[in-house]
Every structure is written in structure tokens, then in C-alpha cells.
């Protein structure tokens, strides 16, 4: 998460307050931006198999973007996903995890083929550990100082 705080004097404090729309104009359209762009580079140069390969392309499709606060003092952007399993491949998970009950096809035993045979595998726990492969926070890491040096412009031409 990127914050931005602006400090200074009094008649920098009238003149934002005298300027706040054309601020906060400024500031939507720049967040709205910049999470597009940030939504861009992380489908395109994050989950195009630099950090995660693509295997059915669920998770790059469930990455979004959203722009919220535009009628309030804070206006914030959001780039993330909804999917369970996105949260373990950004953070990394070491722990157990319970298998269901399946039916699998086995077609050796004993090193040896056999007919393919239809097998019920019971529910078991299982120690899955998941390094932490990072999509979003690194995309976002990497953007920090074009977001720095683009919102520093957007409010000294709103001030001006």
C-alpha cells in the first residue's frame, strides 16, 4: 500500500483547500491511471510466467482494478483478486492441507503396468509447503517511483 501525505504551511493548506477540486480531479484520474497500469503489469509481466507460469489462465483473468472515493477526500485504487488460491502463490503457505476423497485411475503396481484400473483414495492430510512468489506486491514494488514522481506532478499542477 502506497499513502500520500501532503505537509506544509497555512497558505499551502488554503490554497488546497481553495484548489480541492481540481486536486481531487487530478488525483481520480491519475489513481485510475495508475491502477490500469498497475493491473496491466501485473497480467502482463507477472502472470505470463515470469513469476507464475500460466496453466488455465484463471488467475491472470481474476486480477481487477477499482477506484473508489471519488466524491470524498480520499480516493484510493485497487488492483487484486478474489481467488482462494492467489493468497497462498503471494504470501507462500507452509502447512497441512486436507485431500477429499477421489477416484483415480491407476495403470501401474508394483513398478509394473497393469489395465487401468478405477481406485478410490481416501480423505488425508497432506504437508503442502508453497514458496512466496509475489505478483501483486512486487508489480506494485516496482512501480513506486513512477507512482511517487506522477503524483507529486499531478498535485503541483493542481496548485498551480
Do not use: C, W
Amino acid at each position: 500500500m502506497i499513502k500520500g501525505e501532503l505537509i506544509g504551511g497555512e497558505t499551502l493548506k488554503l490554497d488546497a483547500a481553495r484548489k480541492g477540486p481540481q486536486l481531487r480531479a487530478g488525483m481520480t484520474q491519475l489513481i485510475t491511471r495508475l491502477t490500469m497500469r498497475l493491473l496491466v503489469r501485473v497480467k502482463g509481466s507477472k502472470l505470463s510466467g515470469q513469476v507464475l507460469n500460466v496453466r488455465t489462465g484463471k488467475l491472470r483473468r481474476s486480477i481487477n482494478q477499482r477506484v473508489a472515493g471519488q466524491d470524498t477526500p480520499m480516493v484510493s485504487g485497487t488492483v487484486g483478486t478474489n481467488l482462494v488460491y492467489a493468497r497462498p502463490h503471494e504470501y507462500g503457505f507452509k502447512g497441512k492441507v486436507t485431500i477429499r476423497e477421489h477416484v483415480r485411475t491407476q495403470v501401474t503396481a508394483f513398478g509394473r503396468s497393469i489395465t487401468p484400473v478405477q481406485v478410490m483414495v481416501g480423505s488425508h492430510a497432506r504437508n503442502v509447503t508453497l514458496p512466496e512468489r509475489s505478483f501483486l506486491r512486487s508489480a506494485l514494488a516496482d512501480m513506486s517511483g513512477e507512482i511517487d514522481a506522477q503524483t507529486n506532478a499531478t498535485v503541483l499542477e493542481a496548485l498551480k
